[in-house]
C-alpha cells in the first residue's frame, strides 16, 4: 500500500503538471466547445484524499492523457520555441504543426499508444529532439541539428521515478555520512557510493566540509538519480511532462512558463492566458480569475515565503 501511495503521489504531481497547463475556462462550455475541459481540474485537492483518490486519479490522467488539445484550449506557440527553458522565437511565427522541430501532435497518446495507452510508439511518431535542447526551428532531419528517437514507453515510469528516488537519498546519506565523519575525525573520509546494488563510483570529504567528486561515476555531482530521456537527464515525470507539453502541443505549463518566471500570462503568445492560480486558503482550494488588478499584486508579491509556498503546491 505504501508503494501505491508514493506511486500516485508521482502519478498526481505529473497529471497536475498536465491539468496546470491549460487555461481555465470562465464558464463550462456548450457542446460547441473544442476546449479539453471546461474548467480546472485541481489534482491535489483529489489527491489529498491518499490512497482511495487513485482510481480517479488515474481516470483523470487517461482522459488528459488522451485529450486532444485545441487552440481553444491555447495548443500551439507561435512565438516559443521548443526549448525546455522559456524561449522566445527570435524572428517569425511558428507553424500551428511542424514535424521536425514542432509542435507535432495534439495529444501524448498521439505518440505513446502502442500496445496501449502510455505504451511506445509507432516509427512515424519518431521524435527529433533538437541537439543540446536548443531553441533552433529547423526544417531537416540532419543529425546536425536534431536526434532522431523512438517514443519510449512509459509503463511502469511511477515506480522508476520512486525507484531513484530512494536511490538519491541512499547516495545522499552516504555523503552526509562521509562529511559528518571527515568533521568528527579531522581526516578525510573516503566513501563509496552504492545504492541497491549499483555502484556509481566513490568520493572523498575533507575535514573542511569540502567534498572531492572527482571519482563519482554515472551520476551528477549532485548525486541525484535521473532516469528519464534517453540520456537519463531528467529526474521527474513531471519535469519530462513539462517539457513534452510546450515541445509537443505547445501548452505551457504555469510553473515553468507563467508570469512568475517570464512576466507573462501567455508566454507563447497563443491567445489564450495561463490557466488560474491555485491557491490554498483555509483548507480549500480557490482559484482566482487572472486579471490586471492579480498581475500587478503578483509583481509587487516578493515575499519569500508566498514563491515558496505557491512553489510547493505545483499548480500556480
Ligand atoms: C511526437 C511524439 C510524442 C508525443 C506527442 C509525446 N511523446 Fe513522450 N516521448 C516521445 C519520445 C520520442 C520520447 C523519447 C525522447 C528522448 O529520449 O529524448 C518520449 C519520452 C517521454 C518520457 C520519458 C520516458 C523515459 O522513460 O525516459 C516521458 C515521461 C514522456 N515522453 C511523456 C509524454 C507526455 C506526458 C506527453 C504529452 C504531454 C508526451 N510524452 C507526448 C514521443 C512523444
Known amino acids: 500500500m505504501k508503494r501505491r501511495r508514493g506511486q500516485s503521489v508521482v502519478l498526481a504531481a505529473a497529471l497536475g503538471a498536465l491539468a496546470c497547463a491549460f487555461a481555465a475556462g470562465v464558464a463550462a462550455g456548450g457542446s460547441w466547445d473544442e476546449r479539453v475541459f471546461a474548467s480546472h481540474l485541481d489534482f491535489d485537492a483529489l489527491a489529498a484524499a491518499g490512497p482511495s483518490a487513485l482510481p480517479a486519479l488515474i481516470e483523470r490522467g487517461r482522459a488528459l492523457f488522451k485529450a486532444k488539445f485545441t487552440t481553444a484550449d491555447g495548443a500551439g506557440r507561435p512565438k516559443a520555441t521548443q526549448a525546455i527553458i522559456p524561449t522566445k522565437r527570435k524572428t517569425g511565427v511558428n507553424l500551428p504543426f511542424s514535424r521536425l522541430s514542432g509542435p507535432d501532435s495534439n495529444s501524448c497518446f498521439g505518440c505513446h499508444n502502442d500496445p496501449i495507452e502510455g505504451g511506445s510508439g509507432d516509427n512515424v511518431a519518431n521524435v527529433f529532439v533538437s541537439e543540446g535542447f536548443e531553441s533552433a526551428q529547423f526544417d531537416n532531419t540532419d543529425s546536425s541539428f536534431s536526434s532522431e528517437r523512438h517514443t519510449i514507453s512509459l509503463t511502469g515510469a511511477g515506480l522508476v521515478e520512486l525507484l531513484a528516488r530512494e536511490m538519491t537519498a541512499d547516495l545522499q546519506a552516504i555523503r552526509a555520512d562521509a562529511v559528518a565523519r571527515a568533521y568528527a575525525t579531522a581526516a578525510d573520509a573516503r566513501a563509496d557510493l552504492v545504492s541497491k546494488g549499483v555502484r556509481f563510483g566513490s568520493l572523498v570529504a575533507h575535514p573542511d566540509g569540502t567534498v572531492d567528486l572527482d571519482s563519482v561515476e554515472g551520476v551528477d555531482a549532485d548525486l541525484i538519480v535521473r532516469p528519464f530521456s534517453r540520456k537519463g537527464v531528467f529526474a521527474s515525470l513531471r519535469q519530462f511532462t513539462i517539457n513534452a507539453l510546450n515541445a509537443h502541443h505547445g501548452m505551457e505549463a504555469v510553473e515553468r512558463f507563467g508570469v512568475r518566471w517570464t512576466g507573462s500570462h501567455d508566454f507563447a503568445e497563443s491567445g489564450v492566458p495561463d490557466a488560474r492560480?491555485?491557491?490554498?486558503?483555509?483548507?480549500?482550494?480557490?482559484?482566482?480569475?487572472?486579471?490586471?488588478?492579480?498581475?500587478?499584486k503578483a509583481r509587487s508579491n516578493s515575499r519569500p515565503s508566498a514563491a515558496a509556498r505557491a512553489t510547493s503546491r505545483g499548480c500556480r
Open 277 to 296: 492560480p491555485c491557491r490554498r486558503r483555509r483548507r480549500r482550494p480557490i482559484c482566482r480569475t487572472t486579471g490586471a488588478r492579480r498581475r500587478k
